[in-house]
């Protein structure tokens, strides 16, 4: 005896996308500071003091000079992307020694 089956319901399915604040960059995963994120990613520390030269080779190029001269170019701030890179990873800026060349991470 065959039975014949209604069809199954279809179901919706909506994805939640957050909006982002108005003026945030957005990471691009085969941008320059994308590395940064996914090292920092791993890290299972909650802070973690990393070398200008360190971030380099793991950028795989120089930072700009605005980096090693300018407090200003390691601020918190989402509208640029190489600060959404450690800030999308969990981390924020703490310190920064521009004349050192050493940034120091939070999370």
Known sequence: MLHRHSPLPT???HKVIEPRPKGAAIIDKMGKYYPLERYLSALDERTAAIGFSQ???II???LPQSAHKYRAWWGNDRRHVH???W???GWHV???DPTGGLVQFRR
């Open 83 to 85: 600060a959404v890179a």
């Open 94 to 96: 703490d310190t920064v």
């Open 60 to 62: 795989g190029v120089r």
């Open 55 to 57: 971030i380099e080779a």
């Open 11 to 13: 179901v919706a399915v």
């Open 87 to 89: 800030m999308s990873a």
